[in-house]
C-alpha cells in the first residue's frame, strides 16, 4: 500500500471536517479531485475508510485505526521538513573537519569562533591530523572536507588552491645566523637541524628542497612544541612555514627569512571528488576560502617575533 501525504492530508482533513466540500476547501482542491484522493486511497487499502449519506461523513472501523497513524505520519513529515529548513537556514547542521596541526592552532581557531557566532546550532567536529590521515578521512568520508597540502595521490580527491605558506629559520637570539638578513639553505646544512616527522606537510616540502643535500636531523619530532623546546635549549636550528611561527615568539629566539627563491608549502582545501558539501559544511568552506588572505599574517606579524609583516619584507626571488 503507498500512502502519498497528500493522500494522508485528505483524509485527515475528511476526517475533521466530516463533509467533502468543507474538507476539499481545507486541501486547496476542488471537491472532483478531493474525492478521487480519497476514493484512490480507500482502493489502494481495499477497504473503505468512511462512511457516507446524504447528510453525513464518518470514519469506519478500519479508518479509525488509520486515523492515529495517518495523524502521526504526517506530524512526522513536518518534523523532517523543519529539519531541513533549520539546515538550510543554517541554523541546524553539523560540519566535520580535518585540518594540519599548524592551521588547526594557528588560523582556524579564530574563523571557528566567528562561524559559531555565527551559526550557534551547527556542531563543528575538527580533526587534528598530519597529511596523510587528514586526506584519509576526507576520502574515507570521515569528515566533509580538510585543510593540508597535497600529495602524489590525490585520486577521488579535488584540491582548491589556499595560500602559499613560506618557510623560515628559527633559532635561538645567541645563534650565528640569527642577526643575519635572510640565510640560504646550504647555510643551514652547517648546523644541527630539528626536523618535524617524515609524516608530516613541514618536513615533506622542505626535503624536496634539500634534496640530496637534505641533512640527517639531530632530532626528529612529532610536535611543533618538542622543536621549539629543542630549538630553546640551544639543541639545533629549525626550518618552518610562517603558519607554525606562533609556536616560537619570544625574545629568546629568532626568526630569519630565506634567501633565493621562496621556499612555500602550498595549502589547500581538499573534498571528495563529486560530492556535494552539506549546506553547513558548504557555509564554513566558504568562509575559510573568503579569509585565504588571513593566513599570510598571524603567525608573523606578532612584535615579539622581530620581523616585519611579509608585505614590507625584501626577500630575493
Known amino acids: 500500500m503507498n500512502l502519498s501525504a497528500r493522500q494522508l492530508r485528505a483524509f485527515v482533513a475528511l476526517a475533521d471536517e466530516k463533509h467533502f466540500t468543507r474538507a476539499a476547501q481545507r486541501c486547496h482542491l476542488t471537491q472532483p479531485a478531493f474525492s478521487a484522493l480519497i476514493r484512490q486511497l480507500e482502493d489502494s487499502a481495499g477497504l473503505r475508510l468512511f462512511d457516507r ?33 533549520d539546515h538550510a537556514a ?78 623560515y629559520l628559527v633559532c635561538r637570539a645567541d645563534h650565528p645566523l640569527a642577526d643575519a638578513g635572510e640565510v640560504r639553505l646550504r647555510d643551514i646544512l652547517r648546523y644541527p637541524v630539528i626536523q618535524l616527522a617524515r609524516g608530516s606537510s613541514v618536513r615533506k616540502h622542505l626535503d624536496e628542497a634539500f634534496g640530496a643535500d637534505a641533512p640527517a636531523p639531530v632530532f626528529e619530532v612529532e610536535h611543533l612544541a618538542t622543536a621549539t623546546g629543542l630549538v630553546r635549549a640551544g639543541l639545533g636550528i629549525s626550518v618552518v612555514p610562517a603558519m607554525t611561527l606562533f609556536h616560537f615568539g619570544g625574545p629568546d629566539l629568532r626568526i630569519v627569512p630565506l634567501a633565493g627563491k621562496a621556499l612555500t608549502r602550498p595549502l589547500y582545501l581538499v573534498q571528495r571528488k563529486g560530492r556535494t558539501l552539506s549546506v553547513a559544511a558548504q557555509a564554513l568552506y566558504d568562509l575559510l576560502r573568503e579569509h585565504r588572505g588571513d593566513i599570510d599574517g598571524p603567525g608573523i606579524r606578532h612584535p615579539s617575533y622581530g620581523i616585519p609583516p611579509l608585505s614590507q619584507m625584501s626577500i630575493a626571488v
Open 90 to 167: 543554517r541554523r541546524r547542521g553539523r560540519v566535520a573537519l580535518a585540518a594540519l596541526p599548524s592551521l588547526a592552532a594557528g588560523w582556524l581557531p579564530g574563523l571557528l569562533a566567528r562561524f559559531r557566532d555565527a551559526h550557534p546550532g551547527i556542531v563543528v567536529d575538527l580533526r587534528d591530523a598530519l597529511l596523510d590521515p587528514c586526506l584519509d578521512m576526507v576520502h574515507g568520508g570521515q569528515v566533509d572536507f580538510a585543510v593540508a597540502s597535497r600529495r602524489p595521490d590525490m585520486s577521488e580527491l579535488d584540491s582548491e588552491f589556499l595560500h602559499a605558506d613560506r618557510y
Open 53 to 85: 449519506n446524504t447528510r453525513n461523513v464518518e470514519l469506519t472501523a478500519e479508518g479509525r485505526v488509520l486515523d492515529a497513524t495517518a495523524r502521526r505520519l504526517l506530524a512526522d513529515m513536518e518534523l523532517v521538513m523543519e529539519d531541513l529548513r
